[in-house]
């Protein structure tokens, strides 16, 4: 989705990544040791299937916020 790719982009260039053919596992690692997120909830979030519905679509803008919003602030998850 382009929301996806948007979040992607700007997140590689945040971690000195390319921001063309980003590596999925460069990026969740990056994120993860940021954030304390687990590297296959942010790999399903930043890489996963295309929603499928209007449901779905709200869920992925509401999660990449979350995470963009995260990577910000340096902030990191309980338990991580």
Do not use: K, N, Q, Y
Not at 15 to 33: I, K, M, N, Q, S
Not at 39 to 58: H, I, N, R, S, Y
Not at 61 to 73: G, K, N, Q, W, Y
Request: hydrophobic share 45%.
């Amino acid at each position: 989705s382009a929301l996806r790719d948007a979040a992607v982009r700007r997140l590689a260039t945040r971690f000195g990544l390319p921001a063309a053919h980003t590596d999925p596992r460069a990026l969740v690692e990056a994120v993860a040791g940021h954030t304390g997120r687990s590297a296959t909830e942010l790999g399903a979030v930043l890489f996963g299937a295309t929603p499928d519905d209007d449901a779905a679509l709200v869920a992925l803008a509401d999660a990449l916020d979350l995470i963009e919003h995260d990577v910000r602030d340096g902030r990191r998850r309980p338990g991580g």
